[in-house]
């Protein structure tokens, strides 16, 4: 790369040291990274990642695992083999170095809701990502007085990330002593045996989440909701609450739910996809898969 190339890209990038990689399934991974001096986020957001190809950057935004006031950045997400940048991203080790944006960006913020008594963090896959800071955040339990996490995957074994999460708001130094009490967490699988079987629309629709966590049913006065997770799985959660009365919200309009869809990963020959080459001058989407 040229001086001139190299000092663009520093402005809007920065390389990160890789502090763990964990794989939790063949396609699921955890990654830590050195936290980028300056680099403030909130609750929820998402921050672009990847790695270098050839003379340019390749990335994509990823959702914020870590907590806001967390020495590291943490990451969780699904990766096929054959998708470019996750896999590579899953095949890097300590001592490595990854790249991340200098900015954060989302729309899962307890500012983009109105004040409530209930919060239901709807999810699936790895759509749980963003909600893992939300479950750190001191802000969520002086907001609510009930947190419900739902996770709906396609295996058991695809749900052990979510539930170490849970089972470690305990140890938590910040939320440890209010988190579990008020945290409920609801998991379910689609495609093979398991206590809670079925698509988390289908159990809510049938009211079986609610008879299994033992509350009462969607209250538009009082309860908000965050959703992420596939794109058919974000619209019929959306269009379930919204026959309930609840209405979209935003940081600019606060309302009863928000949305963020996972940033899916097209595999290679298929086009299109998330991933970004970032030039420099510019960043551009790129026919490539990520």
């Known amino acids: 790369m040229s001086g001139t190339t190299?000092?663009?890209?520093?402005?809007?990038?920065?390389?990160?040291?890789?502090?763990?990689v964990r794989h939790w399934?063949?396609?699921?991974?955890?990654?830590?990274?050195?936290?980028?001096?300056?680099?403030?986020?909130?609750?929820?957001?998402?921050v672009m990642i990847g790695v270098m190809d050839s003379d340019r950057p390749l990335m994509r935004p990823y959702s914020i695992v870590s907590p806001a006031w967390d020495d590291e950045l943490e990451f969780f997400a699904r990766c096929a083999e054959d998708c470019v940048l996750g896999g590579r991203l899953r095949r890097l080790g300590q001592g490595d170095q990854a790249l991340v944006a200098r900015k954060s960006s989302g729309a899962l913020l307890l500012d983009a809701l109105k004040p409530g008594r209930r919060l239901?963090?709807?999810?699936?896959?790895?759509?749980?990502?963003?909600?893992?800071?939300?479950?750190?955040?001191?802000?969520?339990?002086?907001?609510?007085?009930?947190?419900?996490?739902?996770?709906?995957?396609?295996a058991a074994r695809d749900l052990d990330w979510g539930r170490a999460l849970i089972d470690q708001l305990s140890d938590d130094p910040v939320v440890?002593?209010?988190?579990?009490?008020?945290?409920?967490?609801?998991?379910s699988v689609t495609r093979e045996p398991y206590p809670v079987r079925?698509?988390?629309?289908?159990?809510?629709?049938?009211?079986?989440?609610?008879?299994?966590?033992?509350?009462?049913?969607?209250?538009?006065?009082?309860?908000?909701?965050?959703?992420?997770?596939?794109?058919?799985?974000?619209?019929?959660?959306?269009?379930?609450?919204?026959?309930a009365g609840f209405s979209h919200g935003s940081e600019?309009?606060?309302?009863?739910y928000a949305t963020e869809?996972?940033?899916?990963?097209?595999?290679?020959?298929?086009?299109?996809g998330d991933?970004?080459?970032?030039?420099?001058?510019?960043?551009?989407?790129?026919?490539?898969?990520g």
């Not at 699921?28 to 403030?40: A, H, K, V, Y």
């Not at 988390?200 to 033992?214: G, N, Q, V």
Request: glycine share 10%; charged share 25%; proline share 4%.
């Open 261 to 272: 869809r996972t940033f899916g990963e097209r595999r290679k020959g298929e086009g299109g």
């Open 198 to 243: 079925g698509r988390i629309t289908e159990l809510i629709a049938s009211e079986r989440m609610f008879d299994d966590l033992r509350l009462p049913g969607f209250d538009a006065h009082h309860d908000r909701a965050m959703i992420c997770g596939a794109p058919a799985m974000v619209a019929d959660v959306k269009a379930l609450l919204e026959g």
């Open 25 to 46: 399934t063949d396609e699921l991974f955890s990654l830590r990274l050195t936290r980028p001096e300056g680099l403030r986020f909130r609750s929820g957001e998402h």
């Open 120 to 154: 239901f963090l709807f999810s699936s896959g790895a759509g749980l990502a963003p909600f893992a800071s939300v479950l750190r955040d001191p802000e969520t339990y002086e907001r609510f007085e009930c947190v419900v996490v739902t996770q709906s995957c396609r």
């Open 6 to 20: 190299d000092a663009a890209i520093a402005k809007i990038v920065s390389f990160q040291d890789v502090c763990l």
């Open 275 to 289: 991933v970004i080459r970032v030039g420099c001058a510019h960043a551009s989407h790129a026919r490539h898969s």
């Open 252 to 256: 600019d309009s606060p309302g009863d």
């Open 176 to 187: 440890g002593d209010r988190a579990p009490a008020k945290t409920h967490y609801y998991a």
